[in-house]
């Protein structure tokens, strides 16, 4: 299932560019165009739906280990995994999609 309209969409079918980092059969994971630290990426299930609510369980499931192995890749050492669902929740982009977001210490920054 996805949706003409939706953004991440694009990204999966190829139709709008991006930094892929993963992909299968029900999961693709990029880095996000506004990073908020090296490394910020999106990991998001290729079956269109806004909220996690909407999603079927089996393509939830294959979205932590990707999430994991792309956070050990960066090296990082602390991060957040953050999923926003809504606008007072601060979603912005309509289809779920999972933020791994390293957390640098101080003095390495973005860098
Ligand atoms: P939200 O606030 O919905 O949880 O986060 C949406 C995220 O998607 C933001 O961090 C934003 O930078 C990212 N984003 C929005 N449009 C694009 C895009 O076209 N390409 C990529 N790679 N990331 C995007
Ligand atoms: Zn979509």
Same mark, same amino acid.
């Given at each position: 299932m996805s949706s003409a309209a939706c953004i991440f969409c694009k990204i999966i079918k190829g139709d709008i560019p991006s930094f892929k980092l993963f992909e299968s059969d029900k999961v693709f994971a990029f880095l996000d165009i506004q990073p908020l630290s090296r490394g910020h990426a999106l990991v998001i299930p290729?079956? =269109?739906?806004?909220?996690?609510? *909407?999603?079927?369980d089996d393509d939830l499931l294959e979205i932590l280990p990707v999430a994991k192995k792309i956070a050990k890749a960066t090296g990082a050492v602390d991060f957040n995994i953050l999923q926003n669902n809504g606008r007072i929740a =601060?979603? $912005? $982009? *309509?289809h779920v999609h999972f933020h791994m977001i390293p957390k640098p210490n101080e003095k390495e920054g973005m860098t």
């Open positions: 290729k079956y =269109h739906g806004a909220k996690l609510t *909407d999603i079927p =601060h979603q $912005v $982009v *309509d």
